[in-house]
């Protein structure tokens, strides 16, 4: 672990935004890396030039790089707003409302009980399961399908790349999947 020392004024300046006897050092700085990612992604988001697709019937993913996603009333980190990652997220969700049999029933793409962990695949010891790294629209299918059984609202802003493959290159998407 990397020792870091810090300014005694720094410090202090940190106590502002620390919860006392909850936070450390690492806690309030990590606050204020969520803090800047909050930022950016705020910078990055669409204006209303972005449109809303059904997420039961989205259009072709590929391309698309996703820019920011709202899960459980919280933006994800930039690090976690992928298809994959948002996936195995909602994934893992799924296991605490439901049995691991169903579970693995809810997952629509490539997956293997117990561990597989070469050709791409991806263990996930809460269900059991390996799972093999999905294209976009695969990502979103399962992911969907398991939004859909657990009734958990999400809210995906994507853009598809500046390519000619692309379905619609340069626009803005978003899914604001709700179950009421």
């Avoid at 690492?26 to 209303?48: C, F, N, Y």
């Avoid at 996603?69 to 439901?98: D, Q, T």
């Avoid at 657990?150 to 493959?165: H, S, Y």
Wanted: with cysteine; aromatic share 8%.
């Amino acid at each position: 672990m990397p020792q870091v020392t810090l300014e005694s004024s720094t410090v202090e300046r940190m106590k502002a935004y620390a919860e006392p006897l909850v936070d450390t050092l690492d806690t309030v700085i990590l606050k204020g890396l969520d803090a800047i990612d909050m930022l950016k992604a705020k910078t990055s988001e669409p204006t209303s030039a972005e449109r809303i697709f059904n997420p039961a019937s989205p259009p072709n993913l590929a391309y698309t790089t996703v820019k920011s996603i709202v899960w459980k009333g919280k933006r994800l980190s930039p690090a976690e707003a992928y298809w994959n990652p948002l996936m195995f997220i909602v994934i893992r969700e799924c296991v605490k409302h439901m049995t691991k049999e169903q579970v693995r029933n809810l997952i629509l793409c490539n997956k293997v009980t117990g561990k597989k962990e070469d050709n791409g695949y991806k263990y996930v010891d809460e269900v059991g399961v390996s799972i093999q790294g999905q294209d976009a629209n695969n990502a979103w299918k399962t992911t969907y399908n398991v939004l859909r059984a657990l009734k958990m609202p999400v809210e995906v802003i994507f853009a598809w790349q500046d390519n000619p493959k692309a379905a619609t290159p340069g626009a803005i998407g978003k899914f604001a999947v709700t179950f009421d």
